[in-house]
């Protein structure tokens, strides 16, 4: 007999349907979120039968069942740990730990991928087409990588597995995995992802209205609250304000954080380990405790939301020859321009600032950063240079 404690995650669930395909009714899975899992390895320890082998994938124990786990792989030798988590990583000290965050060909990993590969090694698992696309998809979206390689069937397999129970996207995916060639949606899937993208886009437009920025420690973050759709919202806010670091979205019914950067210079895989989280450098997560409460709640209930820039100008553009017209909500209006190919101005209420800049990016960046200045509309734009030219 075979016990696999999952992730409650596409990622998770990916690594059940392989259990299932591999070992079939030999095998009990347990999708768990990161604080049920100690619970399940206590549960198993104490009541399971001892010849039960036990997978754990895409979780981690904490350290008294770590030691627990060592000492039952030194008595009974059946347990094998899969991780990609960078916080894992000591996992690799023990002979049943196998944590790799990136593969020798410089891909990152997930866990579905890792559990895939040992399963077709060991001759548990027949590979097929099939099953290789499933879990590349899964992988891809798991690791971000779809919105790079603009993999958008990576992201429809998530949108999936969350509108139907976890038992009907398992029942579903294996039987499409045993039956068909290669993997794809069925034409009512289709529909419904279709649908399933218009509330995504309506939901994202909502929460682009609420998002306010804050300096936490040394980083400028975003935050907003929001119960759905963490991965696609972090995305897209990520892209709508370049200028914030990262990301935190507030889960108040759940109390937890999720985390998510476009940037590859953050990591915030540490700032949710500062929180006793994880996860990876561009999507991690952590409980709301006490100090994370204080930080994203109490210090920034106050603030208002950022201002959007204006989306629909034909003259006061971005990069503009021009110069691009901003201002913020103490009235100070901002002026962004080129004086060489080498240097960006900015002028505060028509004084010139003393910092320069060698791209619009970094100017604008200080800009948002530092004043929450937003791009106005034309008719702003062209009343100011009304009044400029009156003036000369």
Known sequence: MYKLLSHNDLDGVGCGILAKLAFGKQVKVRYNSVSSLNREIEFFLENDNPETFLFITDLSPNKENENKLDDFYRAKGKIQLLDHHKTALHFNEYEWGYVIVEDNEGRLTSATSLFYQYLVKHRLLEATDAITEFVELVRQYDT???????????????????????????EKMMERLVTSEHFDFDEFEKRLLNMEEDKIDRYIRRKKREIVQSETGEHMAGIVYAESYH??????????????????????????????????????????????????????????????????????????????????????????????????????????????????????????????FTSFEDSEQFLKR????????????VEYLMNEVKKN
């Open 144 to 170: 971000w990588e779809w919105e790079k390689n603009e993999n958008h069937q990576a992201h429809s397999l998530n949108s999936l597995f969350y509108l139907v129970s976890i038992e009907e996207f398992e």
């Open 231 to 356: 991965s696609e919202l972090g995305s897209e806010l990520g892209k709508e304000y370049p200028h914030l670091d990262y990301i935190a979205i507030l889960n108040m019914g759940g109390k937890r954080i999720s985390l998510r950067t476009i940037h590859d210079h953050i990591d915030v895989s540490e700032i949710a380990g500062y929180f006793g989280g994880g996860g990876h450098q561009k999507a991690s997560g952590c409980s709301l405790t006490e100090e994370a409460y204080k930080q994203f709640v109490l210090d920034t209930f106050h603030l208002e939301p950022i201002q959007e820039d204006a989306k629909r100008n034909r003259y006061n553009l971005k990069h503009s020859s021009f110069g691009s017209l901003y201002k913020n909500r103490s009235e100070n209006v901002f002026l962004l321009y080129q004086t060489n190919k080498q240097n960006w101005m900015i002028e505060k209420n028509k004084t010139v600032m003393e910092q320069t």
């Open 370 to 381: 530092n004043y929450e200045a937003w791009l106005v509309r034309d008719d702003q734009f």
